[in-house]
């Protein structure tokens, strides 16, 4: 089975920048494509980054410019760099793989719930 282990969550002020890492097992990467979904307190999931297995990637419009999502195929891990935090982007932070779940166009049709797998999560909180 697959299995996905994140990390780097941590308590940043706003305007701070975090780093959140998956480590994924269990496949390769060039079979699945990735990606970083939160929840927030009271809301629903919502995906904020995707990532094929040729690294394009596709963002959700609240984190254009500030973050940036890529993949270590030799180490297979994903990451999720986050620059210029505010406290909007509170959540648990999750990474997830699909077959098919490829850009961020494709998990706002279809839903992130679609994902096959999901990481623990790592909780990332973000103060003024």
């Known amino acids: 089975q697959v299995q996905l282990v994140e990390s780097g969550g941590d308590s940043v002020q706003a305007g701070g920048s975090l780093r959140l890492s998956c480590v994924a097992s269990?496949?390769?990467?060039?079979?699945?494509?990735m990606g970083w979904i939160r929840q927030a307190p009271g809301k629903e999931r919502e995906g904020v980054a995707a990532?094929?297995?040729?690294?394009?990637?596709s963002y959700a419009e609240p984190v254009k410019g500030r973050f940036t999502i890529s993949q270590d195929n030799l180490q297979n891990t994903l990451y999720l760099q986050m620059d210029s935090l505010t406290p909007e982007d509170t959540a648990m932070y999750y990474c997830?793989?699909?077959?098919?779940?490829?850009?961020?166009?494709?998990?706002?049709?279809?839903?992130?719930?679609?994902?096959?797998?999901w990481g623990q999560g790592t909780q990332v909180t973000v103060s003024s």
């Open positions: 990532i094929d297995a040729d690294g394009r990637a």
């Open positions: 269990g496949y390769t990467s060039s079979d699945y494509c």
């Open positions: 997830a793989a699909d077959e098919i779940l490829c850009t961020m166009a494709a998990v706002q049709a279809l839903g992130v719930m679609g994902y096959n797998y």
